[in-house]
C-alpha cells in the first residue's frame, strides 16, 4: 500500500463518503464483510424498472469479492455445501443408478403387456365426388 493525501477520501457519483483513509494516509482494503455488504447495498438498490442502478460498480465489487475469496479462502464454503448437500443429496453412486434403470425397465414391460393394443382400419370405401 502506498500512501495518499490525508484528503483523498473516496466519494461516489452523489459525492457520499465512501471510504476515507486513515491518520497515516493510508487507504485501506476492504474486509471480506464490508465487501458482502457493499454487494448487498449495489444489488439492492435499483430504479423504478427493476434494473440496477449501478452495474458496473456491482461487477468490480463482485471481482474483488472474488479475489479475497481465491487469497483467503471462501468463509461460507461450509454453509454453501451443507445447503446444496440438503438440496440436492448425496452423489449416487453407480449401484443406485444401475438399481433405478432396472426399475424403470420393469415397469415400462408392465405397462407394455397391460396395455390393449387396438387397430383400426382405414379401408372405408368413399365413392368419389363427381360433379
Do not use: C, F, W
Not at 434403470?101 to 382405414?122: F, G, I, P
Request: glycine share 6%; hydrophobic share 30%.
Amino acid at each position: 500500500m502506498s500512501k495518499i493525501n490525508k484528503y483523498a477520501n473516496l466519494y461516489d457519483v452523489n459525492g457520499n463518503l465512501i471510504r476515507k483513509v486513515n491518520d497515516s494516509g493510508v487507504l485501506e482494503d476492504y474486509s471480506i464483510e464490508e465487501l458482502e455488504m457493499l454487494i448487498d447495498q449495489l444489488a439492492a438498490d435499483k430504479d423504478e424498472y427493476g434494473q440496477i442502478k449501478n452495474p458496473k460498480a456491482l461487477n468490480y465489487a463482485n471481482g474483488l469479492l472474488l479475489e479475497l475469496y481465491y487469497k483467503h479462502g471462501n468463509p461460507h464454503h461450509d454453509e454453501i455445501m451443507a445447503k446444496l448437500k440438503e438440496k440436492y443429496g448425496e452423489k449416487s453412486t453407480g449401484e443406485l443408478v444401475k438399481a433405478a434403470l432396472s426399475d424403470l425397465a420393469e415397469t415400462s414391460e408392465n405397462v407394455e403387456s397391460n396395455t390393449k393394443r387396438t387397430e383400426t382400419v382405414m379401408d372405408e370405401y368413399v365413392e368419389p365426388i363427381t360433379e
